[in-house]
Antibody
Framework: QVQLVESGGGVVQPGGSLRLSCAAS????????MHWVRQAPGKGLEWVTT????????KYADSVRGRFTISRDTSRNTLYLQMNSLRPEDTAVYYC?????????????WGQGTLVTVSS | EIVLTQSPATLSLSPGERATLSCRAS??????LAWYQQKPGQAPRVLIY???NRATDIPARFSGSGSGTDFTLTISSLEPEDFALYYC?????????FGQGTRLEIK
């Protein structure tokens, strides 16, 4: 079955960096666009970024553009999120998610999430 | 940016009752709307995509309708496990956006 497992979360100081990983299995990773979605504590869902199946294009939310970079390694079936210049408002559970169908941007399934806390 | 407004914020019902959740878009999203359910401590899961298509393994009591700017998620007869948070999401335009959520609670 399709499985997504995030890792790399933790506590980081404002201005710091962190790299999240999402290990994918159970589907042809190279055929699917992938997303990161976050959820601040007690808040709703916020789309963060999307990468095309072949890595040729990326989209970012305004709140993270210029600070976050999404990438993928097809040989490792792994999705990444490099987060730089972190701010307290980036504190959230970060979920990776697969495109529901190739080229169609709904989210199915989601990983279990990894918590990022930005605090001094 | 397309803003999705969900109503009501909280819906209090009893098991066996019918639930009707609304999602209104600030501009047309055609039928490019999905619904998600989230339970405490869990990741969301998709229920409905493209307004009215049930996702894999989703029970038939969940149905979606609407197009353009007005959408509805209906749960025909509430089961105890249906009490949760529900979000709508549009994929018509970038950025992808979510509604703020409707909490379905036991009355």
């Amino acid at each position: 079955q399709v499985q997504l497992v995030e890792s790399g979360g933790g506590v980081v100081q404002p201005g710091g960096s962190l790299r999240l990983s999402c290990a994918a299995s159970g589907f042809t990773f190279s055929r699917c666009g992938m997303h990161w979605v976050r959820q601040a504590p007690g808040k709703g869902l916020e789309w963060v970024t999307t990468i095309w199946s072949d890595g040729s294009n990326q989209k970012y939310a305004d709140s993270v553009r210029g600070r976050f970079t999404i990438s993928r390694d097809t040989s490792r079936n792994t999705l990444y999120l490099q987060m730089n210049s972190l701010r307290p408002e980036d504190t959230a559970v970060y979920y990776c998610a697969k495109q529901g169908q190739p080229g169609i941007n709904w989210f199915d399934p989601w990983g279990q999430g990894t918590l990022v806390t930005v605090s001094s | 940016e397309i803003v999705l407004t969900q109503s009501p914020a909280t819906l209090s019902l009893s098991p066996g009752e019918r639930a009707t959740l609304s999602c209104r878009a600030s501009q047309s999203v055609s039928n490019y709307l999905a619904w998600y359910q989230q339970k405490p401590g869990q990741a969301p899961r998709v229920l409905i995509y493209d307004a009215s298509n049930r996702a894999t393994d989703i029970p038939a009591r969940f149905s979606g309708s609407g197009s353009g700017t007005d959408f509805t998620l209906t749960i025909s007869s509430l089961e105890p496990e249906d009490f949760a948070l529900y979000y709508c999401q549009q994929r018509y335009n970038w950025p992808i956006t979510f509604g703020q959520g409707t909490r379905l609670e036991i009355k």
